[in-house]
């Protein structure tokens, strides 16, 4: 039988860390730049998508901070965000985990970045919104019991 929303919600934590995260885009030949910033770093949290058009980086702002100067070409967000990670064994098949948090974000304006791991969820909101998301997971999981 495959994992549902509901199940998820019912058994999951939603945790955060103390960290604050930055976005940053570099231009597509970027690729080795940021590969060996993720090589080197010692990193809580970080995401690399590379496409056709660009790299995306979502890394600790302290980590920016101390890989400044091989970050020149880069683009980097004004906002902070912080990490809200969906603390349960998501299996792959699963529908709607997503579009329910993200709803129920939508409701209460907040906006979201989400970023999937192999078993697992990343949510990033911006750091003044980091309250008000934990606030609107936990009316979530109210509605689902």
């Known amino acids: 039988m495959s994992q ?4 998820v919600l019912r058994s999951c934590e939603f945790r955060g860390d103390e960290s604050f995260y930055r976005l940053l885009k ?6 080795t730049v940021a590969a060996g910033i993720m090589a080197e770093a010692s990193l809580p949290f970080s ?4 496409d056709q058009d660009e790299v995306t980086m979502l890394l600790p702002d302290e980590v920016c901070q101390e ?22 064994i998501l ?9 329910a948090i993200s709803r129920s974000f939508a409701e209460s304006e907040i906006p979201v970045l989400v970023f999937a791991a192999y078993s697992r969820d990343h949510i ?9 998301a934990l606030a609107a997971l936990s009316s979530l999981q109210e509605s689902r019991q």
């Open 4 to 7: 549902t929303v509901d199940e």
């Open 26 to 31: 570099l231009p597509a030949n970027g690729i």
């Open 47 to 50: 995401a690399l998508l590379a």
């Open 67 to 88: 890989f400044q100067s091989r970050l020149k070409m880069a683009t980097l967000s004004e906002a902070l965000y912080r990490l809200i990670t969906v603390e349960a």
């Open 91 to 99: 299996e792959p098949d699963l529908v709607g985990l997503i579009a």
């Open 124 to 132: 990033f909101v911006p750091v003044d919104c980091f309250d008000k």
